[in-house]
């Protein structure tokens, strides 16, 4: 089976346009009014915001319990231009953990082409959704101290699977910081696998050239938090180089068809995101061709489980040469 869409490389005028002089969007803050909450004071309460163009998450609020009827969350997350899903719930059987409707109250409300700061009222209804509530795997690092001003990797696996369901980089700026990932499962059990770059070469380098950890969370139930004091009981973690495909943290369940989905940003400079779904475990081959039907770029040529993806091509051949402002396409 295969799919074929079309991309735009646009030329390097488009990049400063889309995203202004300094590169950084401007956000401004929405704010969502709860009225009459009355049934759930008491209650935990998580409240999230998904940009719909991206299909990813910009920020979350979670409450201990709602302390009264009547309450705001407000976040500073909302770009010009964007829309937005804002999905939330309240443990009505307080097991602390996301249970479809009618289990626990869940609700969805949706911001189009949102214009500078927002506010937005609900009033509590029975108008429930199955917001599909992705759990988020926490790390908190204290005492960082010797590694401020090197950046840090952090990923996550899954134990069972071996299936890595994310990662981050970040340069540490403070000695204390907080890492989230999304994406682990009630029950799974999961490593993770951090280093500081000391040798600050921009690569993993096997302890003591570099320092690096792993941490275990084992049997997880919602959101896990680990706690991590720097010592020096380092561990080789053999940290891989991204394989050109990692999971995508979407709001709907696995996969029932094989799909290729449009890439964001189209036009794009320098780079951009190409989802896909695969239902069954498969040989999966994402590849970039030119406008003669040529192959320029092999993205993905793996096995790949059952699950939704992401890969991001960066405007170059599989030599690593910049390609030519122009009509590309991609194939699955």
Known sequence: MQMIKRLSLAFAVSFLFLYGQNGHAQRSTLKVRFMSMNPHVGQKFEFRVVDKGTCMEVGRVSLAAIANHDFDVELEVVETGHSYWIDFYADLNMNGLYDAPPT????????????????????????????????????????????VGQQLGVRVVD????????????????????????????????????????????????????????LTASNVAGDPQLDFSHNTNFTDIQWPPATGVTPDDRLEGL??????????????????????????????????????????????????????????????????????????????
């Open 104 to 147: 626990d109250y869940a609700w969805r409300l949706e911001l189009n082409d949102a214009q500078g700061d927002t506010i937005l009222t609900f009033t509590h209804n029975t108008s429930f959704t199955d917001v599909m509530w992705p759990y988020m795997l926490t790390l908190n690092l204290t005492n960082m101290n010797p590694h």
């Open 159 to 214: 134990v069972g699977s071996g299936m890595e369901i994310g990662r981050k980089k970040l340069m540490l700026t403070t000695p204390d910081t907080t890492v989230g990932i999304p994406g682990p499962m009630p029950g799974h059990t999961y490593d993770v696998d951090f280093y500081a770059d000391l040798k600050q070469n921009g690569a993993y380098d096997a302890p003591p050239a570099d320092h690096a950890w792993r």
């Open 255 to 332: 996969p029932t068809d094989f799909t290729l989905l449009q890439n964001f940003p189209n036009p794009f400079n320098p780079e951009t995101t190409i989802r896909f779904d695969v239902p069954i475990t498969a040989h999966v081959r994402l590849v970039v061709l030119n406008s003669l039907g040529q192959e320029v770029r092999v993205l993905v040529d793996a096995v790949l489980p059952s699950g939704r993806y992401q890969s991001v091509w960066k405007g170059r051949d599989d030599a690593g040469r910049a390609l030519g402002s122009g009509l590309y396409f991609y194939q699955l």
